[in-house]
């Protein structure tokens, strides 16, 4: 019998190329709250679901729309059409329902309100090496999102979404035994911190960010009951020297910006720490041979929307930059999925 596994096929083209229509199928149901809906009715019916999301369509697209986040493993589902009922998988229901503290939906809210659009523009990014975002009418995209507080959350919870797990992953992975204390640099909601604190009784933490951050960050350090713990301080990570502290971390800051803009955060984070202090990068740090981390190269070209000039990048990079800092070595450990911590030793 022929062997037809080494026979050409377009299937893993098609699959790519019609990469889209999944990602819109998954993200109209985020924004359609269905996850969130079916954690609290434990499951529904079509014809229920229809009447919850108000739709118009045909029972028989109603039921493809269903059935395919069914077939990616989003819903678990049992009977056929009309007598069908749908449930959340066991992931959606951790993470998908917005009721729930292990949300990660804001990144994809985010991707879905912003960047979906955005992301059709790429040719013009590639070309031009401009952003696509809403600087295309003349607006700065970090201005207007801590102008707008609705604007501001949206982003505050996408940052946290894509990273929690990653912050879980260092917290419980790194050695802290050496160390007291951390600065968060661009903290956010101040997560990272959190995770440290709540994975190593004997830190304490501070998160920095732009004013109209704090109160987020403290609402979300009341939330995990850790005020005794870490602490939300206003600062501006270009203007303001950073608070001196054991461990100087920074979760998505370096890839925003261009080799130059590195650089001299990495030398400020020098500064602030004590000899035998680190500093620690957690991204999508892309393997060195550049052959394996697509996610890390898809959220580089992201950048080029966002920003034009910021850019993720390898183990090798980060290293010439430390060197440049002056850090006197280097490591790097695997987070969840294609996160990675980047640490440069003082």
């Known amino acids: 019998m022929e062997n037809k596994s080494n026979q050409p096929s377009p299937a893993s083209i098609m699959q790519i190329g019609t990469g889209f229509w999944a990602s819109k199928i998954l993200l109209s149901a985020i924004k359609f709250q269905l996850f969130t809906k079916l954690a609290e009715q434990k499951g529904m019916s079509g014809k229920d679901i229809k009447t919850f999301l108000n739709l118009n369509c045909t029972d028989r697209h109603l039921y493809d729309f269903l059935d395919v986040l069914s077939v990616f493993g989003f ?4 009977g056929m059409l009309a007598t069908a009922v749908y449930s959340n998988s066991l992931n959606t229901d951790i993470f998908l329902d917005k009721n729930k503290p292990t949300y990660i939906g804001g990144i994809l809210e985010m991707m879905n309100n ?3 659009g955005f992301w059709g523009d790429l040719e013009e990014g590639l070309i031009t090496g401009l952003p696509q975002n809403e600087a295309k009418a003349g607006q700065d995209f970090f201005g207007l999102i801590y102008q707008d507080p609705k604007k501001l959350r949206e982003f505050i919870n996408a940052m946290s979404g894509i990273q929690m797990g990653n912050f879980m992953a260092f917290a419980q992975n790194f050695d802290f035994s050496k160390y007291k204390t951390l600065t968060d640099i661009g903290g956010s909601a101040g997560l990272l911190s959190l995770m440290v604190a709540k994975h190593q009784a004997h830190m304490s933490c501070t998160t920095v960010d732009l004013p109209p951050v704090e109160p987020i960050a403290l609402e979300t350090i009341q939330k995990f009951q ?3 713990r870490v602490k939300a301080q206003s600062g501006d990570f ?10 100087v971390t920074m979760g998505n800051i370096l890839h925003d910006w261009d080799e130059e803009k590195k650089i001299m955060l990495i030398k400020k984070a020098f500064e602030a720490l004590p ?11 892309i393997d060195d041979e550049r052959k394996q981390n697509a996610f890390g190269m898809m959220m580089s070209l992201n950048m080029l929307i966002e920003t034009g000039t910021g850019f993720d990048y390898t183990f090798a ?3 010439k930059w430390a060197k440049i800092a002056r850090f006197k070595s280097t ?10 911590a980047a640490i440069a030793y003082k």
């Open 238 to 247: 270009f203007a303001d020297a950073f608070p001196p502290a054991d461990i």
């Open 331 to 340: 490591s790097l450990i695997a987070l969840t999925g294609p996160s990675s």
């Open 114 to 116: 912003r960047l979906y």
């Open 75 to 78: 819903l678990n589902r049992e």
């Open 275 to 285: 000899e035998g202090g680190a500093f620690i990068a957690i991204e999508g740090i």
């Open 226 to 228: 850790l005020t005794d």
């Open 317 to 319: 990079d980060f290293n």
